[in-house]
């Protein structure tokens, strides 16, 4: 099994910058596409990024395209998110996930299998 726990949620506002970690334990998932989503009350869960198992590639929504940048440190079994010029309608809980059973980023929620929590990041207007 695989946890994850994000982190680095909060209040920000419109223009304001966030990034999000996502700490794994129990399994190192170094080798596995993990991404980032987010939902927002009434919304369906939204694929924001999402990056490969190496690092080598990532892969954005249209709604972060360029306002945003997913790393990864597999030393630290630690997955980023960075947010920049945060806007009223980035308001969501975002929640980290890793596609252990399956390779490659998808945008798909269900093509992800283990998920944390989630964080939630409020963007005030």
């Known amino acids: 099994q695989v946890q994850l726990v994000e982190s680095g949620g909060g209040l920000v506002q419109a223009g304001g910058s966030l990034r999000l970690s996502c700490a794994a334990s129990?399994?190192?998932?170094?080798?596995?596409?993990m991404g980032w989503f987010r939902q927002a009350p009434g919304k369906e869960r939204e694929f924001v990024a999402g990056?490969?198992?190496?690092?080598?590639?990532?892969l954005y929504g249209d709604s972060v395209k360029g306002r945003s940048t997913i790393s990864r440190d597999n030393a630290q079994n630690t997955v980023y998110l960075q947010l920049n010029s945060l806007k009223h309608e980035d308001t969501a809980v975002y929640y980290c996930?890793?596609?252990?059973?399956?390779?490659?980023?998808?945008?798909?929620?269900?093509?992800?299998?283990?998920w944390g929590q989630g964080t939630q990041v409020t963007v005030s207007s």
């Open positions: 129990g399994r190192t998932v170094s080798s596995y596409a």
């Open positions: 996930a890793v596609r252990w059973y399956r390779g490659g980023i998808s945008t798909g929620p269900r093509e992800y299998d283990y």
């Open positions: 990056i490969s198992g190496t690092g080598s590639r990532t």
